[in-house]
């Protein structure tokens, strides 16, 4: 069972830790997301940004063509709600799910998407390993950077199918996928041996939690094979040096780094 005063203390420490790295976005900022071209995050919101418009015209465009009704989306891991407020926009009823609710980058940072929103955006606070929604609610379930903090990934799949109508979509966004296990633990160890140098005095409480951390495809179909869920990769063509870092890790004699792309299933 996880400690919940460890989970309490990951929680604020990680609001203060993306405080530090410049998360805490204006009003402005907020809504470039993740179409955000300035700033020291900008970088990675172009990986991002790619993810989302790969996401609307594979996944959402063909499932709403599909289906003669506004889409319902889940949106775990929803940080500040970015992805859930777009889509709101588009005529989606969508809820915005996070274990964080501070005015970092948490649900406390959606306030003023939830009032131009009005009743197409909800913010929920909850843990996705135990989802407070009626079965079978949602077209779309999208884990939004979100699921390599999973700590028992079967349970969180286990919870979102859960919430997915019978041919809706679950669906995998900017969490990071290794070719090979070998790559991903190795990645976990950089992460501890260099904890203390990146989070300063909010190590111990950064890292207390025995978060997955990454995928692999064998580890994904291992923890979905008893949920009868089959996943399709959409690889998406990203920004050009994130493209050529496999070569740049290769000439460097460093271990294969992660993909992103989009992984996507079918509920039954």
Request: hydrophobic share 45%; proline share 4%; net charge positive.
């Amino acid at each position: 069972m996880t400690d919940a005063s460890a989970v309490a203390r990951f929680r604020a420490e990680y609001g203060a830790h993306r405080a530090s790295e410049g998360r805490a976005y204006s009003t402005a900022e907020l809504h470039a997301l993740p179409f955000l071209d300035s700033g020291p995050l900008a970088k990675q919101w172009a990986v991002r940004a790619r993810s989302y418009t790969a996401f609307v015209s594979r996944i959402v465009e063909p499932l709403a063509r599909a289906i003669d009704r506004p889409l319902r989306l889940l949106d775990l891991g929803a940080g500040n709600g970015w992805l859930a407020w777009r889509m709101a926009q588009t005529g989606i009823e969508c809820i915005a799910a996070d274990i964080r609710d501070d005015a970092v980058d948490g649900l406390g940072a959606a306030a003023s998407y939830a009032d131009e929103t009005r009743t197409r955006f909800r913010r929920v606070v909850a843990s996705f390993d135990a989802l407070p929604f009626r079965a079978r609610a949602f077209d779309l379930v999208v884990f939004n950077a979100s699921l390599h903090y999973a700590l028992d990934l079967e349970l969180v799949l286990r919870e979102a199918r859960g919430c997915v109508r019978a041919g809706g979509r679950i669906v995998i966004l900017d969490s990071p996928f290794y070719r090979h296990d070998a790559d991903g633990a190795a990645m976990v160890r950089e992460k501890r041996e260099t904890a203390a140098q990146q989070f300063g005095t909010r190590a111990a409480a950064l890292t207390a939690l025995p978060f997955i951390e990454y995928m692999t495809r064998e580890r994904l179909d291992a923890a979905s094979r008893n949920l009868g869920l089959r996943w399709r990769r959409h690889r998406v063509q990203y920004p050009l040096w994130y493209e050529l870092r496999p070569i740049v890790a290769r000439l460097r004699g460093r271990r294969r780094p992660s993909r992103f792309d989009i992984w996507e299933t079918a509920a039954s």
